[in-house]
Antibody, heavy 121, light 107 residues
Framework: EVQLLESGGGLAERGGSRTLSCAASGFTLSSYAMNWVRQAPGKGLEWVSD????????FYADSVKGRFTIARDVLKNTLYLQMNNLRPEDTAIYYCAKRRRDGRNSDLEFWGQGTLVTVSS | DIQLTQSPSFLSAFVGDRVIITCRASQGIYSFLAWYQQKPGKAPKVLIYAASTLQSGVPSRFSGSGSGTEFTLTISNLQPEDSATYYCQQLKDYPLTFGGGTKVEIK
């Protein structure tokens, strides 16, 4: 059974850093592309970042480019999102999601339950 | 960036109704489109992928169609448990983008 368990959310200061983790089970991260998607309180979904199964190709939304880094540890089967220089507008629930396959064009087949990051102003 | 425009942003319908949600892309995206359902306090879940393929376990009253720039999600025989917000997402180009969402209310 596929499971994604995010952790690392909490309160952060403006300009501060936070690292989110997403522990995966039931599949191997190296075989699938993975994403982070966020949702600000009361707002819609915003795609944040993508990493391919090999871990060598990454993509970011313009709103986080240069501040956030996606990575994964295949030995721990865990996905990460390192968030630096946090801004109040980064306040959101952060979801990790497994894409249906490695490579492009596939949907987000399975989502974690999310972890809330609040950035104080 | 590819923009997705969903309409309507809100709809209210009766149990048993057929509802249609539209998603328009600012440029052609072939069939690289997915539909997600999100209930309050829950993570989104995929309903339809590749524009028209029903995700396993999703009731057959949900269907998707379209290609290029115009897509629709149809819910036939609307049920109380379909009260949720629905999002489309394009998967053709980075940055991947979502539509603004359609909140479906049951009258």
């Amino acid at each position: 059974e596929v499971q994604l368990l995010e952790s690392g959310g909490g309160l952060a200061e403006r300009g501060g850093s936070r690292t989110l983790s997403c522990a995966a089970s039931g599949f191997t991260l190296s075989s699938y592309a993975m994403n982070w998607v966020r949702q600000a309180p009361g707002k819609g979904l915003e795609w944040v970042s993508d990493i391919n199964g090999g871990g060598y190709e990454t993509f970011y939304a313009d709103s986080v480019k240069g501040r956030f880094t996606i990575a994964r540890d295949v030995l721990k089967n865990t996905l990460y999102l390192q968030m630096n220089n946090l801004r109040p507008e980064d306040t959101a629930i952060y979801y990790c999601a497994k894409r249906r396959r490695d490579g492009r064009n596939s949907d987000l087949e399975f989502w974690g339950q999310g972890t809330l990051v609040t950035v104080s102003s | 960036d590819i923009q997705l425009t969903q309409s309507p942003s809100f709809l209210s319908a009766f149990v048993g109704d057929r509802v249609i949600i539209t998603c328009r892309a600012s440029q052609g995206i072939y069939s690289f489109l997915a539909w997600y359902q999100q209930k309050p306090g829950k993570a989104p879940k995929v309903l339809i992928y590749a524009a028209s393929t029903l995700q396993s376990g999703v009731p057959s009253r949900f269907s998707g169609s379209g290609s290029g720039t115009e897509f629709t999600l149809t819910i036939s025989n609307l049920q109380p448990e379909d009260s949720a917000t629905y999002y489309c997402q394009q998967l053709k180009d980075y940055p991947l983008t979502f539509g603004g969402g359609t909140k479906v209310e049951i009258k």
